[in-house]
T-cell receptor
Framework: GAVVSQHPSWVICKSGTSVKIECRSL??????MFWYRQFPKQSLMLMAT?????????EQGVEKDKFLINHASLTLSTLTVTSAHPEDSSFYIC?????????????FGPGTRLTVL | GENVEQHPSTLSVQEGDSAVIKCTYS??????FPWYKQELGKRPQLIID?????GEKKDQRIAVTLNKTAKHFSLHITETQPEDSAVYFC?????????????FGGGTRVLVKP
């Protein structure tokens, strides 16, 4: 159990366009979902934490108006990269945390590779 | 906030030998320490975790030790195999007080030579 999917797995877009990435928990309810960004040969950097039904909490240095996060249901969170630029090219990974769990284990999605031309 | 340092950044071992990766954390309130294995272009996979009320945990060839006083924890892989080659990340979490966030170390690229 505890499977998280992401869509799309990869996307190429032109500079200035917006891209939406979906993160779904397939067999559990994720009251909290996390969005990470990973540049080549680097670690995972947390971008934001989203709780179902409330506004996301962004990490320092992450522009909330550029990276729009919506967590409308217990199984779906979306990240929209608005007006994407080449420096936004990265591997975006989401994770979900089970609702009601006293543990902090996160289940990761397969990631979305974004390339902005 | 929490800061996690991981060493070494790369580790090359001969098949059958042991590999050890060490992490230190800064916030004494951290209470959950998972280890993830990530293959190129894939998702991080949890391989083992330990909570602050335990000093050591083992799962087959993998073990993790935690020293709360010194604020460091280590991953031990015995009898390494070529399929253990990957990037390994440690992480730490303070729990609900910090929104259950994980703070990751910088990663260790492990290469097991046959």
């Amino acid at each position: 159990g505890a499977v998280v999917s992401q869509h799309p797995s990869w996307v190429i877009c032109k500079s200035g366009t917006s891209v939406k990435i979906e993160c779904r928990s397939l067999d559990f309810q994720a009251t909290t979902m996390f969005w990470y960004r990973q540049f080549p040969k680097q670690s995972l950097m947390l971008m934001a934490t989203s709780n179902e039904g409330s506004k996301a909490t962004y990490e320092q240095g992450v522009e909330k108006d550029k990276f729009l996060i919506n967590h409308a249901s217990l199984t779906l969170s979306t990240l929209t990269v608005t007006s994407a630029h080449p420096e936004d090219s990265s591997f975006y990974i989401c994770s979900g945390r089970r609702g009601g769990s006293s543990y902090n284990e996160q289940f990761f999605g397969p990631g979305t590779r974004l390339t902005v031309l | 906030g929490e800061n996690v340092e991981q060493h070494p950044s790369t580790l090359s071992v001969q098949e059958g030998d042991s590999a050890v990766i060490k992490c230190t954390y800064s916030d004494s309130a951290s209470n959950y320490f998972p280890w993830y294995k990530q293959e190129l272009g894939k998702r991080p996979q949890l391989i083992i975790d330990i909570r602050s009320n335990v000093g050591e945990k083992k799962d087959q060839r993998i073990a993790v030790t935690l020293n709360k006083t010194a604020k460091h924890f280590s991953l031990h892989i015995t009898e390494t195999q070529p399929e253990d080659s990957a990037v390994y990340f440690c992480a730490a979490s303070i729990g609900q007080a910090a929104g259950n966030k994980l703070t990751f170390g910088g990663g260790t690229r492990v290469l097991v030579k046959p």
